[in-house]
């Protein structure tokens, strides 16, 4: 481009000014993607949900328990392949901060439900014959240097002050992009020997899997109808929408998300966008004179625009590259209170598509004040 | 030959024809330049003169193609520009006219190479031929050692002189210099003067100036005083003056 050394001189006149603008784009733009992998970490569980899953919950709550006998009932509706049901455990592993989701598990389905989650074979044998055998998530014993083989005890306040104690017999990984490494799950035999008498022959909630995503509707219509005007009234909804009413029980995070996305988004804006009509404004005789030599209005406008979106590529850059190294930090500083933080190369993408809108938006009004600039107004001002 | 009388046929390289400029300013009309006629003929060398405020400035704006008459014509080398189009008169200055400013007007972040370079970019050359002509051009002004200075680097008359090279390189038709000589002292201006009169003398340029200076205007061949929006021959204006007539 023959016009580079220009756009690249004129970058540099200023270099102080450069510096501030393009760390207030990497300032910007290591915001954006920290508050865009926060909203995906929320919405994960929408996203890796499979579409011909269903969760069947108590009407009353996720908290009131159902009886276990669901499981058949649900299983010879047309339509449902398997069934599988899950316990919140809710186990504090040394120390509370040291949170993480553990979840009571039917073994006989749970893997045909679940086919994600990887278990090598011998490892789940092991588990399914261990009573008091657990599993734990990848990246939930990296966590906590955890090999299997080691005992780990659990302590719970749900199902009396007691102290519990697991085999880790295997752990799971799984391909899935986004795909939760991070949960506990212990067998459910050996939890309902041991909970109170109140407690025995429940389960938290059903998964069932169907033949079809397309008997979704249907299957979780004629569920809620079979237990209808029961002792225990059933919900069931598809995996996606679960996830999406659980995740709002934080509140409603993708408006703080949007609310705080947006306030950066203008501040980027004005602060920018002043910068470039200041640029502009002290270069009003250049400009002039080279309008004078023969650049046509459109090349004068091009030439203010390709500064900033210059600017907002190099800070848009700078700040994906900071992102990018501080936010496995900050998740790990985070793990138990944030879902994993996952910096995807869709947001990477979106990141810098942001940096370059708000570089040609900045751009664009003291560039359209320069192409319509005229050279003997501008000329005389001087 | 310069004529101010406005011929009906001319061949000359540059014709006005009844040119008016009438500004507003605060809700009155000021008319700087009133029917003026002129015929500058290639090779030609010709000042501009008179007092501040009379127009001058405004005539080689108009002649140049930055400004739009109120009325009149304007045609160089056979193309009338007063009726081109934005654009095309912006393409038009590039390939006619070279501009010589009394503050130089040099891009401060550019070496004088690049300064230089800035009309040729608007071309199709490549980059060695741009090379070649800027050389030649920074070559003409005798600042061959010098081209990879900045403007802070430079005295006022080598600016002056990359600001002479900016404006030959391409080989325009015409130069327009707004008192080209303004900013310099003496000894300088003396030197910008020789400069500007060998590219008549020896290239053959078309240079129309504006200046205030009766000695730098006394150089060029045919000095024009604006008076009262019209322009007048120097020895016409004597003439009058000693006649008891025009000022």
Redesign the interface.
Known sequence: MKFRSLIFANLFRKKFRLILTVGSFAIALVLFTFLGVVKSAFNRGVEVAGADRLIVVDRVGLMQLMPVSYGDKIRAIPGVKYVTHDHWFGGVYQDEKNFFPQFVIDVENHRQVYPEFIVPDEQWNNFVKDRQGCIAGRRLAERFHWKVGDRIPLKTTIYGAANWEFNLDGIYHTDKEGGDEGQFWLQWKYFDETVPSVIKSTAGWYILKLDSPDDAVRVAKAIDEKFANSSDETKTETESAFAAGFAKQFGNIEFLIMTIGGVVFFTLLLVTGNTMAISVRERTNELAVLKAIGLTDRTVLFLVLAESLVISFIGGVLGLFLAWGAIPAVSAALTGLLPPLLLSKTMLTLGLLFALFIGAASGLLPGIGAMRMRVVNAMRRV | MIRVDGPSISNSLIQVRGLNKTYTRGGEQIQVLQGLNLDVDKGDFVAFMGPSGSGKTTLL?LL?G??VPSAGSVTVDGDEITHMS??KL??W???HVG?I?QMY?L????TAY?NVE??L??TKLSSSERRKHVETALGVVSLSDRMHHYPRQLSGGQEQRVTIA?AIVSDPTFLLCDEPTGDLDRKSAGEIMGLIEELVSKYGKTVLMVTHDPLIAARAHTTLHLDKGVLVEAHKLEQGALAGGVA
């Open positions: 704006n140049g930055l400004d934005g654009s912006t393409h200055r590039a390939r501009f400013f007007n891009i401060p972040v550019l690049q800035l009309p970019l608007l900016r």
